[in-house]
């Protein structure tokens, strides 16, 4: 463990050969994005990564609402001519809601390294300066989009759904009535749609059990800067308009083509919309937006199809397979990582209590020990009350524990992600006992949520 004090701006720590642990500062921004420019390709021999080196600058601007100029985590090679940083990670700050109960979460994201410094457990150190300062700022959680089982030596788990798409060819597309106006229509999201706009998003993602809070801050934000973010990752929000000049619902996309999809990250109706008629006229006003697009990695790919990045599910995949040819592809995953496990249980008391009191376990009162192998959990519970959420350790005789569960797993259980009997399919070793197996299961239900990613 690491201690509070790496969260200050000041931190300094010698990690040996010359290399310095420390956090950013603005004069660090060009060697920032000329690493990450460099880390980011597909071959040694490709030019630096441009879009994602002008993100870097963005987010160093010291205007981005997600962090600062200090946010970052760096590794300097104090004895390297020219560039001497070799490894960076830097903090992003998103406030999430289980089940109406909000909470901050820190997000390590760009995690880059020099090739020539790998497996020198360099992203190991920069996690733990990472960590210090989510923890110090009070963050329950931290979670992160990234590649596959690597973030898990850090102890994270995959515990919430990430994407999920249709995605339609444009050659397949309806074709519009030569004699007759586009029923519907794409303007440019003003200040003035921001209500409109949040109150859309907040009732979408009311049915999830977690999702992700997003203020009038980062919506202003996103209006400010699409048109003259070099990045490709700004959000470009449109409004759907009919011919009468009502807002009918809006559409989310990225600045930037990925490859040979035109993505869309977000699209709500209006109460009383009708979905499926406004889905051509979308479709052909997304078609002709994608194909005047930069493409974020190379001309190599042609724009070929639109991508509804919606989840696992949406009323407009429906709509979708019915009438036209479609692919689908399942969601990836958020890594999640919960460092102190009963003050979130105790943060998120009253969504369990309310589960409990809907159920045929309501009022329960007892005890719930689950055994982690390497540690544990113990909850107790009085008239469908938590009142207390501790660690907990097997004892060597006399075990009385109500269900194990590997290190880690246990999370996907509690974020709703997997249900117990899918988790005892995937794993011999998660079991509970018959006894509370009820109990269990009203706690934890496998539901779906919708965690869009901001950044």
Known sequence: MISAEAANPGYRRDLGDGLLLRWSTPQDTEDIAQLVGSV???????????????MMRELMSGTHPLMG??????VE??????NSLVACTCLWRHTWEYEGIPFRIGRPEIVATDPAYRNRRLIRAIFDLIHARSETEGHFVQAITGIPYFYRLFGYEYALDLGGRCSIYISLLPQANEDAPEPFSLRDATWDDIPLVQRLYDQRRASGVVSSLIDEAWWRYQLATWQTSLSGESWHVQMIMDVDGQSQGYVITPTARWRDSLRVIDLAFVSGANAQAILPSLLRALARQGAQLAVKESDAYPFSRIAFELGRSHPVYDVLEKSMATTKEAPYAWYVRVAHLPKFIQLIAPALERRLASSVVAGYSGELKFDFYRGGLRMVFERGTVRTVEDWRRPIWNADEDGGFPPLVFL???FSYRSLDALRSAFPDVWVNKSVEVLVNTLFPCRPSRVLPQG
């Open 40 to 54: 980011f390709r597909d071959r040694a021999d490709e030019p630096l990564n441009k879009p994602l080196g002008h």
């Open 69 to 74: 100029p200090g946010d970052f985590a760096l």
């Open 77 to 82: 090679d104090t004895r390297k001519q020219g």
């Open 412 to 414: 996907q259980l509690l």
